[in-house]
Nanobody
Framework: QAQLVESGGGLVQPGGSLRLSCAAS????????MSWYRQAPGKEREWVAE???????DYAGSLKGRFTISRDNAKKMVYLQMRSLKVEDTAIYYC????????WGKGTLVTVSS
């Protein structure tokens, strides 16, 4: 049974950093494109970043340069390093795995506030 479990969310001040983690199990992790999405209060879920099985990365334009996605296939983990956080980065962050089918985690809450 496929499972994605996010962790690392919390409260951080504007300008701070946070690293999110996503632990995968129950599927062939190395073959999947892994992504992070987020959903802010009152808004639709939006794509944040992705990393392919080959390690190619892509980011939402507004986040490029502040967020870094990475993966460790041996550990079946995907990470999102977030820097220079802004109040508008406040959201629930979701991990996604895609390779024909989509798997989702339950999310981890990131709150950026002073």
């Amino acid at each position: 049974q496929a499972q994605l479990v996010e962790s690392g969310g919390g409260l951080v001040q504007p300008g701070g950093s946070l690293r999110l983690s996503c632990a995968a199990s129950g599927f062939t992790f190395s073959t999947y494109t892994m992504s992070w999405y987020r959903q802010a209060p009152g808004k639709e879920r939006e794509w944040v970043a992705e990393i392919t099985s080959g390690g190619r990365t892509d980011y939402a334009g507004s986040l490029k340069g502040r967020f870094t996605i990475s993966r460790d296939n041996a550990k079946k983990m995907v990470y999102l390093q977030m820097r220079s956080l802004k109040v508008e980065d406040t959201a629930i962050y979701y991990c996604n795995a895609q390779w024909g089918v989509n798997y989702w985690g339950k999310g981890t809450l990131v709150t950026v506030s002073s």
